[in-house]
Structures are given as structure tokens and as C-alpha cells.
């Protein structure tokens, strides 16, 4: 037998101007638009083996090593539309395989915990939407494929680029101009760089979806939101995006974060995706924010309690010298820092600082220590990647 087989790579992209709300649910538009940053696959990243076949009875899936349901209409409608357009290719080339007509089986791993708030159905849809895409050799842009990731996870539509995204909301009832497309590139703003707060690597409470569906109904301060304040954020991180303006870049992310977060203890009943680390942590940063008297470290939260926390390259020492006192007993920052570097951050941290962050660290480090679990330090990275690394074995079209 014949197996085909394709594999894909996608990254997590974290929302520093949030989409909240659908305005349709079945076609996953939303409400306002949004711009994230594409964090490095290095350290966040789904893989995904697509492979198709005439012998294969129907279409499966395997997530990190366990068998799932593909029967969500989320996911159908993802597959249908790739479908489709694969149809189209083969009936204007008779000699193309029917790959249409054949069913899939999908080997997908995460190399980060999945719903822990970490933006892992973004990273997921992505990868099995370039993978499919790959394996039925489509020739469309990967604006017009993140129509289709949309349909799957609204914010899996950022990352089919890397570098700094927005998603355009779009006006059509049908969904045909809401898509994704670059800001910037990687390479054009290449310092940026993430550090994120594992706060609970646990599933949340309250899905995305049922949130988001609580949140528009119940919540008078989300119509504001989406009226007025979105669209001027929009177009001022824009600019700030491309005028590499950290210091305005952090305000708006930072105020966006704490709007969005706002909608949603205005929802009825209140939903809490943020705890009292999380708070700790919004308050350390502007601490560190207002003793170097411009904005060096930026807080987000996505709907989770884990602090995601830009910052550029050229203020590392800085922030991590304040960070590794605060966190130095936590899981990872061996994994990207050496000892050298610690010890370093040791000796900058003078007595100016201690003075400034004392009453914080006596008050909360241990709190910031028994609750953050891990730290993922990060930055920003490239878009969707084609990777000879198969999951799928080709004799039997079963996971390795």
C-alpha cells in the first residue's frame, strides 16, 4: 500500500492585544481584532505527521501519544475545507492521487503542557493545517490558510506566521476577510525576548469558549471594550510594533491585559482566570518598571494564571537580576541560562535594588516560589517550518 505522509511544525503565539468574544461562533469570527508575538519553537512548539492513504478506514488522530476524537465540528470543518481545495486541484489534474477522497491519520505532540494556558490549540490547529496542507500540495498563501485554522482555534490563525501578527477581524458575514497577516518579521525586531511564568500547569476551570460565550452576553464593559477601546489599540500597536517602541509596546500590551482580564470578572457569574500569584507578579513588574522609570518588562495574561513577560535583549541583566532573586529555586532557568549568567545577575543586584524590592521579596517570595512551577525563557521566533521528523511509521501509517 501506498502511504503518504507529511510533517509540520507550528509555533504558541501569545495575544499582547487579546481576542476575547465571537461575533459567530460556528465560523470562529471574532469580535476585534488582535496582535500577538510568535514565540521560538525551540521552546514551544506542536509537531505534527499528516498522511493520507486508500487503505486507511478512517480518520484518526493520536495527541501525545493518545487517541482522540476528530469528530468536533472544529475540526471537521478544518478538514472539509482542506478537502475541498485539494478536490479542486485534482479535478483540474487527473493524474493528481484522490487524496480527497482518501481518509487521514494524524500523529500530533506538544512539547509544552497541553490546555495549561499556553496557547496549545492555537499551536495544534496550525500544525495540522500546514501539515495537511503540505501533504495535499495546496498552493494558497498562509493568510488564506489561517481562514481555515481559524475555523479550528480563532487564535491558531497567528500562528501560521512568526514575527508579530494581527489578526484582522474582518466585516464579511461568511469569514472570507478575517485572517491573519505579518506585522513584522522576526528578523526585523529580533530582540525581543519572553519569559513565562508557570503559575499552573493544571487544566483551567473555564474553557476559552464557554468564557468567551459568558463574557459577551453578561458583560456591559466588554461592549466598551470592543467599541472603543480595541480599535485605537489596535492601530497604536500597530505603530508601535513597527516603530520598535518598547516602552509603548508594554503599555498597551500590559493595559490590554488588564482590560481584557476586567471583562471578564465583569461576566456573570465572574470568571477567574488569574490568581493571586499572577496579581503578585503584575505588581513586581511595574515595581521594576518604575525603579528603572521606563517600562523594561511587559505582563500578559492569556486566559490563564501564567505570566507571560516581554522584555528586549538589551535589558536582560536587568530584569533577570531582579527575576533570579525573586524565582532562583525554580525549575528552568538552567535550561537556558548558564552559571556564569546567574552568578552575574547575583553581583548586579546592589544594594540600590535590594532596597527598592525588600519589602516585596519578605511579603511574597515565598508565596512566588511554592506557586510558580516552572519558567520557560523564551523569545520571538519564526513561523510554521516543514521537518523531516516523522511520527508516523510508513509501512503501517500507525504512530511510531
Same mark, same amino acid.
Given at each position: 500500500?501506498?502511504?503518504?505522509?507529511?510533517?509540520?511544525?507550528?509555533?504558541? =503565539?501569545?495575544?499582547?492585544?487579546?481576542?476575547?468574544?465571537?461575533?459567530?461562533?460556528? @465560523?470562529?469570527?471574532?469580535? =476585534?481584532?488582535?496582535?500577538?508575538?510568535?514565540? /521560538?519553537?525551540?521552546? @514551544?512548539?506542536?509537531?505534527?505527521?499528516?498522511?493520507?492513504?486508500?487503505?486507511?478506514?478512517?480518520?484518526?488522530?493520536?495527541? =501525545?501519544?493518545?487517541?482522540?476524537? @476528530?469528530? /468536533?465540528?472544529?475540526?471537521?470543518?478544518?478538514?472539509?475545507?482542506?478537502?475541498?481545495?485539494?478536490?479542486?486541484?485534482?479535478?483540474?489534474?487527473?493524474?493528481?492521487?484522490?487524496?480527497?477522497?482518501?481518509?487521514?491519520?494524524?500523529?500530533?505532540? =506538544?512539547?509544552?503542557?497541553?490546555?495549561?494556558?499556553?496557547?496549545?490549540?492555537?499551536?495544534?490547529?496550525?500544525?495540522?493545517? *500546514?501539515? *495537511?496542507?503540505?501533504?495535499?500540495?495546496?498552493?494558497?498563501?498562509?493568510?488564506?490558510?489561517?481562514?481555515?485554522?481559524?475555523?479550528?482555534?480563532?487564535?491558531?490563525?497567528?500562528?501560521?506566521?512568526?514575527?508579530?501578527?494581527?489578526?484582522? !477581524?474582518?466585516?464579511?458575514? %461568511?469569514?472570507?476577510?478575517?485572517?491573519?497577516?505579518?506585522?513584522?518579521?522576526?528578523?526585523?525586531?529580533?530582540? !525581543?525576548?519572553?519569559?513565562?511564568? *508557570? *503559575?499552573?500547569?493544571?487544566?483551567?476551570?473555564?474553557?476559552?469558549?464557554?468564557?468567551?460565550?459568558?463574557?459577551?452576553?453578561?458583560?456591559?464593559?466588554?461592549?466598551?471594550?470592543?467599541?472603543?477601546?480595541?480599535?485605537?489599540?489596535?492601530?497604536? !500597536?500597530?505603530?508601535?510594533?513597527?516603530?520598535? %517602541?518598547?516602552?509603548?509596546?508594554?503599555?498597551?500590551?500590559?493595559?490590554?491585559?488588564?482590560?481584557?482580564?476586567?471583562?471578564?470578572?465583569?461576566?456573570?457569574?465572574?470568571?477567574?482566570?488569574?490568581?493571586?500569584?499572577?496579581?503578585?507578579?503584575?505588581?513586581?513588574?511595574?515595581?521594576?518598571?518604575?525603579?528603572?522609570?521606563?517600562?523594561?518588562?511587559?505582563?500578559?495574561?492569556d486566559a490563564g494564571p501564567n505570566a507571560v513577560l516581554y522584555y528586549l535583549k538589551e535589558n536582560e541583566d536587568k530584569l533577570l537580576s531582579i527575576l533570579n532573586e525573586i524565582c532562583s529555586n525554580i525549575?528552568?532557568?538552567?535550561?537556558?541560562?548558564?552559571?556564569?549568567?546567574?552568578?552575574?545577575?547575583?553581583?548586579?543586584?546592589?544594594?540600590? @535594588?535590594?532596597?527598592?524590592?525588600?519589602?516585596?521579596?519578605?511579603?511574597?517570595?515565598?508565596?512566588?516560589?511554592?506557586?510558580?512551577?516552572?519558567?520557560?525563557?523564551?523569545?520571538?521566533?519564526?513561523?510554521?517550518?516543514s521537518t523531516e521528523e516523522s511520527l508516523i511509521d510508513e509501512v503501517t501509517g500507525l504512530p511510531k
Amino acid at each position: 500500500m501506498a502511504i503518504y505522509s507529511v510533517s509540520a511544525t507550528a509555533p504558541v =503565539n501569545i495575544a499582547t492585544l487579546k481576542y476575547w468574544g465571537k461575533r459567530d461562533v460556528s @465560523l470562529n469570527l471574532p469580535t =476585534n481584532s488582535s496582535i500577538s508575538v510568535t514565540l /521560538s519553537q525551540d521552546d @514551544l512548539r506542536t509537531l505534527t505527521t499528516a498522511a493520507t492513504s486508500d487503505t486507511f478506514e478512517e480518520d484518526t488522530l493520536w495527541l =501525545n501519544g493518545k487517541l482522540e476524537s @476528530l469528530q /468536533s465540528k472544529r475540526t471537521q470543518d478544518c478538514l472539509h475545507d482542506l478537502r475541498q481545495l485539494r478536490a479542486q486541484l485534482e479535478d483540474e489534474d487527473k493524474t493528481l492521487p484522490p487524496m480527497s477522497k482518501w481518509k487521514l491519520h494524524l500523529v500530533s505532540e =506538544n512539547n509544552f503542557p497541553t490546555a495549561a494556558g499556553l496557547a496549545s490549540s492555537a499551536a495544534g490547529f496550525a500544525a495540522l493545517v *500546514v501539515a *495537511v496542507a503540505k501533504l495535499y500540495q495546496l498552493p494558497q498563501s498562509m493568510s488564506e490558510l489561517s481562514k481555515i485554522a481559524r475555523k479550528g482555534s480563532g487564535s491558531a490563525c497567528r500562528s501560521l506566521f512568526g514575527g508579530y501578527v494581527a489578526w484582522e !477581524m474582518g466585516e464579511l458575514k %461568511d469569514g472570507t476577510d478575517s485572517k491573519a497577516v505579518q506585522v513584522l518579521e522576526k528578523d526585523q525586531w529580533p530582540d !525581543m525576548k519572553a519569559l513565562i511564568l *508557570v *503559575v499552573s500547569d493544571i487544566k483551567k476551570d473555564v474553557s476559552s469558549t464557554k468564557g468567551m460565550q459568558l463574557t459577551v452576553a453578561t458583560s456591559d464593559l466588554f461592549q466598551h471594550r470592543i467599541a472603543k477601546v480595541v480599535p485605537e489599540r489596535f492601530i497604536s !500597536m500597530k505603530e508601535a510594533i513597527k516603530n520598535k %517602541d518598547f516602552n509603548k509596546f508594554a503599555e498597551l500590551t500590559m493595559k490590554d491585559s488588564n482590560s481584557f482580564h476586567s471583562t471578564c470578572l465583569d461576566s456573570y457569574p465572574p470568571i477567574f482566570y488569574i490568581n493571586d500569584t499572577s496579581k503578585r507578579i503584575i505588581n513586581l513588574c511595574h515595581l521594576i518598571n518604575t525603579f528603572y522609570e521606563t517600562n523594561i518588562v511587559a505582563y500578559t495574561f492569556d486566559a490563564g494564571p501564567n505570566a507571560v513577560l516581554y522584555y528586549l535583549k538589551e535589558n536582560e541583566d536587568k530584569l533577570l537580576s531582579i527575576l533570579n532573586e525573586i524565582c532562583s529555586n525554580i525549575t528552568g532557568w538552567n535550561d537556558k541560562f548558564s552559571k556564569e549568567q546567574t552568578e552575574n545577575w547575583s553581583n548586579t543586584y546592589d544594594k540600590k @535594588l535590594k532596597n527598592h524590592f525588600e519589602s516585596f521579596i519578605v511579603n511574597y517570595r515565598d508565596d512566588i516560589d511554592k506557586h510558580v512551577t516552572r519558567v520557560i525563557a523564551t523569545q520571538v521566533g519564526s513561523g510554521p517550518q516543514s521537518t523531516e521528523e516523522s511520527l508516523i511509521d510508513e509501512v503501517t501509517g500507525l504512530p511510531k
